[in-house]
């Protein structure tokens, strides 16, 4: 009888020449052998790495695939394939790679590529699962620093961003590290942090912490030094004047806001201000040029009239807001509504509160798919002990827009209290959908943003 030819009998002289960078030859040797034994996934196998070599990355994918077809387990073509993948940010990298982790837990390259896929989504409860598995490198802990950020877990942000400044000295890391100690709570970590930063950002901050502090003379004080390094930032200003308005220093907030304006002609927020300021003083007739120029202004910036109140409102002055609401025409649903935040804004008397349930129902009324006004209504109801008028409310807004992350929330806390938890994990997982794809395209929006420019080794 005829001896049975060994099914790998030509693998090792292909793997010598791979080793001998005869990529061709190689290529060529397993088209031969696999007409025989198509089944051979370590045939499949060398031939993607012959393809690779010879820079046909595309072919070599389409051959350590059909390796994976005859054996889904064959570590050299799932390695092989998930690098390939994972360079070319192919959407099936992710199960490629779970499935090594699968066959190796303990697979730092795996864990790691794995971990960079999740950070790159913005799925940092995923990413900092597998980061937590590889070595520690700089790139890793930048990483796990703006997902610890990014999930609010503040100290263990400022954990990370600190080991990275162990290493050396990196300004957006510092002012990383500030901000995790400012969102935590800590003034006083937040001013030691930001020792030798005088940028912008950084001097806002460092203001805020003084203030927090009660160190207010000081805050003035890097607030006037801030001004005038950086003349053409108007949040600076802003804050400044702000700060006077708090001391009821209003000539000098006036002062302060004049030479904002001079240096931001076209600054719709500080005209606003400075048209507050000056109705402080009881100069009506100059606030309300200072008003006037405003509106001229803000259709450039695509704002009304209307954006001079939410201006007013952003500035910390919903009173202010509400006086500049109330001229004009309320069944204008969107002076009614922009109204009824205002009203809402702070700490409400029962008196606003229920102008404005009226004002939102108007609305509604009008605009029975107005899902702002039916979220901001349902919440108000529900906070005055109207729960189940507030559920139809925000269960209406859910139905006319699913993603409107203001009513996801509001639904999954009164879920919450109302004891139904199986509606409440629904509207959790939501809201972390939600919010996973918020960050996808920008951490969520804020005073201060977190520096994206990683530490390097």
């Given at each position: 009888m005829?001896?049975?030819?060994?099914?790998?009998?030509?693998?090792?002289?292909?793997?010598?020449?791979?080793?001998?960078?005869?990529?061709?030859?190689?290529?060529?040797?397993?088209?031969?052998?696999?007409k025989?034994?198509?089944?051979?996934?370590a045939?499949?196998?060398?031939?993607?790495?012959?393809?690779?070599?010879?820079?046909?990355?595309?072919?070599?994918?389409?051959?350590?695939?059909?390796?994976?077809?005859?054996?889904?387990?064959?570590?050299?073509?799932l390695?092989?394939?998930?690098?390939?993948?994972?360079?070319?940010?192919?959407?099936?990298?992710?199960?490629?790679?779970?499935?090594?982790?699968?066959?190796?837990?303990?697979?730092?390259?795996?864990?790691?590529?794995l971990?960079?896929?999740?950070?790159?989504?913005?799925?940092?409860?995923?990413?900092?699962?597998?980061?937590?598995?590889?070595?520690?490198?700089?790139i890793?802990?930048?990483?796990?620093?703006?997902?610890?950020?990014?999930?609010?877990?503040?100290?263990?942000?400022?954990?990370d961003?600190?080991?990275?400044?162990?290493?050396?000295?990196?300004?957006?890391?510092?002012?990383?590290?500030?901000?995790?100690?400012w969102?935590?709570?800590?003034?006083?970590?937040?001013?030691?942090?930001?020792?030798?930063?005088?940028?912008?950002?950084?001097?806002?901050?460092?203001?805020?912490?003084?203030k927090a502090?009660?160190?207010?003379?000081?805050?003035?004080?890097?607030?006037?030094?801030?001004?005038?390094?950086?003349?053409?930032?108007e949040r600076?200003?802003?804050e400044?004047?702000?700060?006077?308005?708090?001391?009821?220093?209003i000539?000098?907030?006036?002062?302060i806001?004049?030479?904002?304006?001079?240096?931001?002609?076209?600054?719709?927020?500080?005209?606003?201000?400075?048209?507050?300021?000056?109705?402080?003083?009881?100069?009506?007739?100059?606030?309300?040029?200072?008003?006037?120029?405003?509106?001229?202004?803000?259709?450039k910036?695509?704002?009304?009239?209307?954006?001079?109140?939410?201006?007013?409102?952003?500035?910390?002055?919903?009173?202010?807001?509400?006086?500049v609401?109330?001229?004009?025409?309320?069944?204008e649903?969107?002076?009614?509504?922009t109204?009824?935040?205002?009203?809402?804004?702070?700490s409400?008397?029962?008196?606003?509160?229920?102008e404005?349930?009226?004002?939102?129902?108007?609305?509604?009324a009008?605009?029975?798919?107005n899902?702002?006004?039916?979220?901001?209504?349902?919440?108000?109801?529900?906070?005055?002990?109207?729960?189940?008028?507030?559920?139809l409310?925000?269960?209406?807004?859910?139905?006319?827009?699913?993603?409107?992350?203001?009513?996801?929330?509001?639904?999954?806390?009164?879920?919450?209290?109302?004891?139904?938890?199986?509606?409440?994990?629904r509207?959790?997982?939501?809201?972390?959908e939600?919010?996973?794809?918020?960050?996808?395209?920008?951490?969520?929006?804020?005073?201060?943003?977190l520096?994206?420019?990683?530490?390097?080794p």
């Open positions: 005829m001896a049975a030819v060994p099914a790998f009998a030509d693998v090792a002289a292909i793997r010598d020449l791979l080793k001998a960078g005869k990529f061709a030859e190689a290529n060529q040797a397993c088209d031969q052998d696999l025989t034994q198509p089944s051979s996934a045939l499949w196998a060398l031939k993607g790495f012959s393809l690779r070599g010879m820079g046909d990355n595309s072919g070599g994918l389409k051959a350590f695939r059909s390796a994976l077809k005859v054996s889904p387990s064959y570590a050299p073509a390695q092989a394939a998930a690098q390939l993948e994972f360079e070319a940010r192919d959407p099936r990298a992710q199960a490629t790679l779970a499935s090594i982790v699968r066959l190796d837990p303990n697979n730092p390259v795996a864990h790691s590529m971990g960079e896929l999740a950070f790159e989504k913005r799925d940092c409860a995923t990413a900092l699962t597998h980061l937590a598995k590889v070595e520690q490198k700089p890793v802990r930048w990483q796990q620093g703006v997902c610890h950020f990014s999930l609010e877990r503040w100290m263990d942000a400022a954990t961003f600190e080991s990275l400044l162990k290493l050396r000295e990196h300004p957006p890391t510092r002012f990383n590290l500030a901000l995790s100690y969102r935590a709570g800590s003034a006083a970590q937040t001013l030691e942090a930001l020792q030798g930063l005088d940028d912008a950002d950084s001097l806002s901050l460092r203001g805020g912490a003084l502090l009660k160190q207010v003379p000081k805050a003035l004080e890097v607030l006037q030094a801030a001004v005038r390094q950086y003349p053409n930032d600076l200003f802003q400044l004047a702000l700060m006077c308005l708090d001391q009821n220093a000539e000098l907030g006036i002062s806001l004049e030479a904002g304006v001079r240096n931001n002609p076209s600054s719709v927020r500080l005209l606003t201000a400075l048209g507050v300021f000056r109705v402080r003083l009881g100069e009506t007739e100059k606030a309300e040029v200072l008003f006037a120029e405003a509106r001229r202004l803000a259709p910036s695509g704002l009304g009239e209307v954006a001079t109140a939410s201006t007013l409102m952003q500035l910390g002055l919903a009173g202010e807001a509400v006086k609401l109330r001229k004009l025409p309320a069944n649903p969107m002076v009614a509504l109204l009824a935040r205002a009203l809402l804004f702070d409400p008397s029962n008196a606003d509160k229920a404005a349930k009226n004002l939102l129902a108007a609305v509604i009008r605009e029975p798919s899902v702002a006004a039916r979220s901001l209504l349902g919440k108000t109801l529900a906070q005055d002990g109207a729960t189940q008028q507030g559920l409310q925000l269960e209406a807004a859910l139905k006319l827009d699913p993603s409107h992350r203001a009513t996801v929330y509001q639904l999954m806390t009164l879920y919450k209290k109302q004891g139904r938890q199986a509606d409440a994990s509207m959790g997982a939501k809201l972390r939600l919010l996973a794809k918020e960050k996808a395209e920008e951490l969520e929006a804020q005073e201060y943003q520096s994206l420019a990683p530490v390097q």
